[in-house]
């Protein structure tokens, strides 16, 4: 539960957001992700999902 209300909350609040594969557990990287920074989902025991927002998007240099 208190997965899932993070996600909402932190999706909610940011107009433009992003989902990141890391390659990964979790576990291991739960601990430097602070949740105003994004919230993490776990995938299996070796990947996870970084779900994070921004206010505006990111471009790459062209």
Known sequence: MATYLA???SS??????????LHEPA????????????VIEAVDDTSCLLHLGAETPVTSPG
């Open 7 to 9: 996600h909402q909350l």
């Open 27 to 38: 576990a291991a990287v739960t601990d430097r992700i602070w949740p105003g920074m994004g």
């Open 12 to 21: 909610r609040t940011w107009p433009f957001q992003a989902t990141v594969t």
